[in-house]
């Protein structure tokens, strides 16, 4: 399979996870999700990690790096719009990406009585091969350095996050 086609199996994938969280219980957790050569997969919900989003990001791709990620998908709310005229909207962001492409879509989030997501509207979604310029789809693009520090700081995390992590053999599904 191509490194496309697969980041398209595994958006939509992904995105029908969301989807069905949505409709399940009414939210929308950040994650992660890191799919190793070999087929191994995790998914990780982020939405408890206290790291300032630097950090985070930098976790993140210490995360996919332990993993051996080839490849990923990251999925979280975002706010959009324009404050000065009031129209703010939430969107759900999903992207599947490599070191060399992503396929990347928004939904806009519906609420319902006492904050429950009741529906998601789609607001399209795009592909590129430039994820070192895509601000979601960079995990897995350029060099990234860790101190010593990090190394102990975002091990000691990780090792900590490992017994709720979801697992998945992509393979073993064949």
């Given at each position: 399979?191509?490194?496309k ?85 939430e ?20 609420r ?44 000691s ?18």
């Amino acid at each position: 399979m191509s490194s496309k086609a697969f980041l398209r199996e595994l958006y939509e994938e992904y995105s029908e996870w969301y989807m069905s969280i949505a409709e399940e219980n009414g939210v929308l957790p950040r994650s992660i999700s890191g799919v190793a050569a070999d087929g191994r997969q995790f998914i990780y919900l982020i939405d408890g990690l206290t790291l300032q989003p630097m950090a985070r990001n930098k976790y993140l791709r210490f995360v996919l790096d332990e993993h051996q990620s080839v490849a990923y998908a990251y999925g979280g709310l975002a706010l959009r719009g324009d404050s000065d005229l009031g129209q703010i909207e939430e969107v759900l962001d999903v992207v599947a990406a490599d070191a060399e492409h992503y396929v990347m879509g928004h939904w806009q989030v519906i609420r319902g009585e006492g904050g429950k997501v009741t529906g998601l509207r789609p607001m399209g979604v795009t592909e590129g091969d430039d994820p070192e310029k895509h601000p979601a789809s960079w995990f897995l693009a350029g060099a990234i350095r860790f101190t010593d520090t990090e190394k102990q700081k975002y091990g000691s995390l990780w090792e900590e996050a490992r017994p709720e992590l979801m697992l998945n053999d992509r393979n073993a599904a064949e």
